[in-house]
């Protein structure tokens, strides 16, 4: 039996099961993938410093790491449940029951589907498909393709693909309905791509995008937004063409659009077809938090944190004692911030079990220091708003859990 079991070993959890085996703890990494890394595996971007984040590179980092400390990396494991029997914890997966007195869930994100008429047909994938394809296992996706959905995780893998020589034709809007949502409807599209506007490719891009903060010149942008599009690292955005349908015998030949007026509203008899070989769906990510829930940790949503997130303190501990959590399971942020909080929550988890050193205190206050450091320095956020999410889910916890939590609260930072 271990210490400390670890459910997800991306930047979260392997950053986690480092900081409590740097403390004395032994701990148990958990995955259902062949292999760990977590979304890492699938990041290559260069920053506007100039450096490339090489996320491959980083997680070999990472598991050279937590194998010096002699955590023990289980991959291939599917974990489908989590109970608390009195002290302990069970975690119930497909090679059987193990318990451990402390649990760090750090299950990461998935993507919103956005169905689309035609979207199983072979050639079809999310975004995130196309960005594990070609960058973790090195197949091409297709030489042609269209991403229906524009926000910063498309146009991140857009820039990755690119790399790959992969051709990206264009970049639309889904159709609007009423389960698309904002993301079918043009002008609070723009309004989100606005908090990335410092990375757009071109200085008059840039330039502009201060004028669109102005509801009246957004609004008056997306009435004349040309047909054709504005072009992103070479490839159109088209803000007033949507996916109609996706098209194919055996597997995707293209797509049929059509035009829409500002609101994003179809244009009956705008009707054409633009031909590709594969299509990715971007709809956004959310927290992916079943196993919180089956613990029957408590919820709460907050839209700025990408929907339902646990309820959890800034040293990410749960009302449930002995369940931690960190990363994307906590709000949709980067790699980056997801390992300053897999720090937190190791160190956290070390400090409840008793492991006092004279520094301890120090490392918790310090990785606290670091998540809020990295989160001003990151040069985008998933959800621009994460800020007023973060002081949301503190004021949530300071008000309905810190007042009850008595074991703990002379550990606690202030």
Known sequence: MSDVIVIGAGPAGLAGAIASASNGLSVTVLDEFIKPGGRLLGQLHQEPSGEWWNGMKESERLFLEANNLSVDIRCGVSVYNLEKDENLWNVHTNIGTLTARYVLVATGAAEYPVPVPGWTLPGVMSIGAAQVMTNVHRVQVGKKGIIIG???????????????????????????????????????????????????????????????????????????????????????????????????????????????????????????????????????????????????????????????????????????????????????????????????????????????????????????????????????????????????MKEIWETKFAPLDKEYSHKKIV
């Open 150 to 392: 524009a926000n910063i995780l498309s146009f991140a893998i857009l820039n990755e693909l690119q790399l790959a020589g992969i051709n990206v034709d264009r970049i639309i809007l889904p159709e609007k309905n009423s389960i698309s949502g904002k993301a079918g409807e043009p002008e609070e599209v723009l309004k989100t791509l606005l908090h990335a506007a410092h990375l757009a490719p071109s200085p008059l891009m840039r330039f502009g995008s201060h004028f669109m903060k102005n509801n009246w010149l957004r609004k008056m942008a997306i009435h004349f937004y040309p047909k054709s599009g504005m072009k992103v690292n070479g490839t159109p955005l088209q803000l007033r063409i949507a996916a109609v349908e996706i098209v194919g015998k055996e597997q995707v030949e293209g797509v049929k659009v059509a035009n829409t007026d500002a609101a994003g509203q179809v244009i009956p008899g705008t009707e054409v077809l633009y031909e590709a070989d594969f299509v990715c769906i971007a709809g956004g990510l959310y927290p992916l938090a079943e196993l919180a829930a089956v613990a029957g940790c408590p919820f709460e949503y907050i839209p700025e944190l990408g929907g339902h997130v646990p309820c959890h303190s800034e040293t990410m501990e749960t009302p449930l004692g002995g369940l931690f959590v960190a990363g994307n399971i906590t709000g949709i942020e980067s790699g980056k911030i997801s390992m300053a909080q897999g720090t937190i929550a190791g160190i956290a988890i070390a400090n409840h079990a008793g492991k006092v050193s004279s520094t301890i205190d120090q490392q918790l206050q310090q990785a606290v220091q670091q998540v809020r450091s990295v989160r001003e320095q990151a040069t985008i956020q998933f959800n621009p708003e994460i800020d007023k999410g973060r002081s949301k």
